[in-house]
Each structure stands twice: as C-alpha cells, then as structure tokens.
C-alpha cells in the first residue's frame, strides 16, 4: 500500500520523465509513493482546447483560466480514498520552499500538484478550493526567479519531500544526521572522502584524527562559518 499519493497537474506532462529514475523511481517501484500525471488540456473545453486568456485589467501575457482546473482538480480529489489532500500551487508569488515545508508534505497522504504556466493561474482557483475543508492549498514559491512554469519547481519539491518517506533511503541514517546534528537554518559542513591528497590539496587533519567528539565540533564551526559567509543568521 502506498504511503503517499502525487497527482501531478499539467500541460506538459512530459517534463515529469525524470520522476522514473533513481530513489523517485525506486519508491514508486517498491510501492511508498504512487504518482499520477493528468494532462490538463484534456480538461479544456471547445475545439481549440484553450486553458488561457487575457487578464483581466489589461497587462501582458495570458492567465490559465479556471474552469480546466477546477474539472482536473475535482476530479483528482474525487477518485482519491484520501481523507485530506494537499493542493500545491507552483507561484513565485507563495511562500518561499524550505526543509519545514518539506517535511510537513512528507506527511501528508496525498498532494496535488497545479503546474501554471503563462502569467499563473485565475487566482479564484486558489481561493475556491481553501474554501473546503478536506483541502489544505498552499502556493509554494521555490526562490525568487520567474520560471517558464510550475513543472520543474514540482520535481524540486517532490525530490526534497520523497526523501524524507521512512524507506526511502538506502541509509537512513542520512537523514538523522542532516536534522539532528546541526541547529537549525544552519547549512552543511564541507565533506571529503579518498583520497587524502588530490592535486595538492589535503583533507583536514581532524577528519583523519579519529576523535568524533573534535570532528563533531570543526564541523559544526565550518557549518557556521559557511552559513554566516552567506548572509544568514545562526541559531547562537
Ligand atoms: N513558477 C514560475 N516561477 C516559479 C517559482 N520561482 N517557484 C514556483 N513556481 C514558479
């Protein structure tokens, strides 16, 4: 049985190959995760199959029009045994993605994924469904830069939630040391591995050193220094 549903909304379909491969594919393969993609075109109406128009108020580009996406979604939401869904809206204009959110999602139990193209979607389509009660919408932004659209910023979030499923890691224990070793908002100390000496440059004498309780603390004083060099604050 699977743990946790992805249905996965639309144009380009096609941008969602890459979820086959590696510990994506593998989950899905060993039954954890369960992915649907659904092509929002054959939602749309007429013989043109339009999903967009003109905005409202004037201004460029085209905005996706509701009605394809509220077909896709409550059908989506209809033939799913899900008692809560998550119904993600890809935007630069939502909160910001961070390993928070992502570890919220990895305990959802099922999350729907609206893919907008163009200038976004009608914003009613997120107003509606925060109307009802088994649907939780977020509009998640993964930093602040425009994309084409919501597909790639989808495959960042699904990878960055997918690998925090218990099973999915070959080594658990990766997971244990990236959210308990380090105080929060704090990024990574630099890791190194054979050979001790490459083109000059040697591996820091502590990580040879064998003392865990001296490597814990260099690396947790790299882990700080990195993370203060870019700007942002630390816990202490
Ligand atoms: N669509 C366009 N740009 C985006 C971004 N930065 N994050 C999420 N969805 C987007």
Known sequence: MSSLSFDLISIFPDYFAPLKLSLIGKAQESGLIDITLHD???KAAGVHK?????????????VMSPEPWGRAIDQVVAGSSAAHHDLIILTPAGEKLTQKIATELS???HI???????????????????????IRVREISIGDYVLGGG???TLVIMEAVIRLI??????????????????????????????????????PEVLLSGNHALIKAWRLEQA???????????SE
């Open 151 to 153: 597909e790639v910023a």
């Open 166 to 203: 218990p099973g999915v890691l070959g080594n658990p224990n990766s997971l244990v040391e990236e959210s308990h070793s380090l105080p929060d908002e704090i990024v990574e100390y630099p890791n190194y591995t054979k050979p001790a000496s490459w083109r000059g440059l040697e591996v």
């Open 112 to 134: 729907i994924f609206a893919c907008g193209r163009y200038e976004g979607i009608d914003h009613r389509v997120s107003e509606y469904y925060q109307t009802l009660p088994n």
């Open 224 to 234: 700080k220094a990195r993370t203060q060099k870019l700007g942002r604050q630390t």
């Open 40 to 42: 929002l075109r054959d």
């Open 107 to 109: 305990h959802s139990e």
């Open 50 to 62: 339009s999903v967009d128009d003109t905005p409202y108020g004037g201004g460029a580009g085209m």
